[in-house]
Nanobody
Framework: QVQLVESGGGLVQPGGSLRLSCAAS????????MGWYRQAPGKQRERVAR???????NYADSVKGRFTISRDNAKNTLYLQMNNLKPEDTAVYYC?????????WGQGTQVTVSS
């Protein structure tokens, strides 16, 4: 059974940094594309960044130049380095794994950017 567990969220001041982690189990991690999504209160979930099995990446325009997605296949872990955080980055952040038959989701981690 695939399990994704996010960690690293918290409260940070504007301009600060956080690194989110997503530990995966129950699948051959290196085979699959992975993504980070976020959902703010009253808004739809949106994709923040995605990384393929060959480590090609893409980002939402709102985070380009500030966020970096990466993966460590030896540790079965996905990361999201977030720099120069803004109040509008406040949301619950989720990781996902895109398999052929379905997509799996973690439970989310809260990121709050506030002074």
């Amino acid at each position: 059974q695939v399990q994704l567990v996010e960690s690293g969220g918290g409260l940070v001041q504007p301009g600060g940094s956080l690194r989110l982690s997503c530990a995966a189990s129950g699948s051959i991690f290196r085979f699959y594309a992975m993504g980070w999504y976020r959902q703010a209160p009253g808004k739809q979930r949106e994709r923040v960044a995605r990384i393929t099995s060959s480590s090609s990446t893409n980002y939402a325009d709102s985070v380009k130049g500030r966020f970096t997605i990466s993966r460590d296949n030896a540790k079965n872990t996905l990361y999201l380095q977030m720099n120069n955080l803004k109040p509008e980055d406040t949301a619950v952040y989720y990781c996902n794994q895109e398999q052929t038959s379905r997509t799996y989701w973690g439970q989310g981690t809260q990121v709050t950017v506030s002074s």
